[in-house]
T-cell receptor, first 111, second 115 residues
Framework: QKEVEQNSGPLSVPEGAIASLNCTYS??????FFWYRQYSGKSPELIMS????GDKEDGRFTAQLNKASQYVSLLIRDSQPSDSATYLC???????????FGTGTSLTVIP | DVKVTQSSRYLVKRTGEKVFLECVQD?????MFWYRQDPGLGLRLIYF???????EKGDIPEGYSVSREKKERFSLILESASTNQTSMYLC??????????????FGEGSRLTVL
């Protein structure tokens, strides 16, 4: 069983602050990493993907990957109340056959 | 836009009933998946399929079966529903075999309650 670990939260940040979400994974052979956002009662939607070490920026979102430490993070700058959701970290294992998901971190942005 | 459609948003069944959850995707994706999502346990893979008539067990296949007779359709079957199968069921599809560098597209989910 591949493991993907996330802090369950809840994480609360004030509007305009930076939210930092963290994820570790056990399969050292993993190559592809994703962040999904899931609003209450809705299905997950992809917001970021990252495949190589370093940072990847997309608007207010930055994904960071450190394969040596088996660590991937998501930074949300200028957090908005609409960012309040559960964020799921997902990893494709070394066989390339399955997505493995963390249990998610609940984020609340306080106006 | 990719669309993954699950046939029922909400179902209430009785213990022992046979339950069918249908999923259809409209983007000719090869890969289709069934997950269940429970509070504190996250998304857990039940079954997946890379091709018509092909299926592979995920992490929690017990009590479930699947059918993929056509590329666009992937069905999850609970032969004899039990209360511990009360959950949110999510169907997903992806373009690249094994996910690759592609993304999973999810349906809206089917919330099943077994009484």
């Amino acid at each position: 069983q591949k493991e993907v670990e996330q802090n369950s939260g809840p994480l609360s940040v004030p509007e305009g602050a930076i939210a930092s979400l963290n994820c570790t994974y056990s399969d050292r052979g993993s190559q592809s990493f994703f962040w999904y956002r899931q609003y209450s009662g809705k299905s997950p939607e992809l917001i970021m993907s990252i495949y190589s070490n370093g940072d990847k920026e997309d608007g207010r979102f930055t994904a960071q990957l450190n394969k040596a430490s088996q660590y991937v993070s998501l930074l949300i700058r200028d957090s908005q109340p609409s960012d309040s959701a559960t964020y799921l970290c997902a990893v494709i294992g070394d066989t390339g056959n399955q997505f493995y998901f963390g249990t998610g971190t609940s984020l609340t942005v306080i106006p | 836009d990719v669309k993954v459609t699950q046939s029922s948003r909400y179902l209430v069944k009785r213990t022992g009933e046979k339950v069918f959850l249908e999923c259809v995707q409209d983007m000719d994706h090869e890969n289709m998946f069934w997950y269940r999502q429970d509070p504190g346990l996250g998304l857990r893979l039940i079954y997946f399929s890379y091709d018509v008539k092909m299926k592979e067990k995920g992490d929690i296949p017990e009590g479930y079966s699947v059918s993929r007779e056509k590329k666009e359709r992937f069905s999850l079957i609970l032969e004899s529903a039990s209360t511990n199968q009360t959950s949110m069921y999510l169907c997903a599809s992806s373009l690249v075999r094994g996910g690759g560098t592609g993304e999973l597209f999810f349906g809206e989910g089917s919330r099943l309650t077994v009484l």
